[in-house]
């Protein structure tokens, strides 16, 4: 049974730094699509970073520059590196994944969600 674990949330102010990590388990899949989302108090979830099991990343726009996505595959865990942070980035950050390195490809992780999902950890951005 795939687990993923989130940790590193916190608060800080903007302009700060935070790193996610996403500790997975369960999950033998040589191919695969793992990512992190986002859900503000009110809105719609949103993909924010995806990274493929060869290591391709793509990133929302609206985090390209700022936030880097990675993996270490001998601790079986994700990260998220988040730099310069803006009080827009306050959510519930989500670890997720999915059997199949393609999904990375062409956004579809971004409009279509992945198939296991983390609990997540809170990120508070103050100005």
């Known amino acids: 049974q795939v687990q993923l674990v989130e940790s590193g949330g916190g608060s800080v102010q903007a302009g700060g730094s935070l790193r996610l990590s996403c500790a997975a388990s369960?999950?033998?899949?040589?191919?695969?699509?793992m990512g992190w989302f986002r859900q503000a108090p009110g809105k719609e979830r949103e993909g924010v970073a995806a990274?493929?099991?060869?290591?391709?990343?793509s990133y929302a726009d609206s985090v390209k520059g700022r936030f880097t996505i990675s993996q270490d595959n001998a601790k079986n865990t994700l990260y998220l590196q988040m730099n310069s942070l803006k009080p827009e980035d306050t959510a519930m950050y989500y670890c997720a994944a999915k059997d199949s390195g393609s999904w990375c490809h062409n956004y579809s992780w971004y409009y279509y969600g992945m198939d296991y999902w983390g609990k997540g950890t809170l990120v508070t951005i103050s100005s």
């Open positions: 990274i493929d099991s060869d290591g391709s990343t």
């Open positions: 369960g999950y033998t899949y040589s191919s695969y699509c």
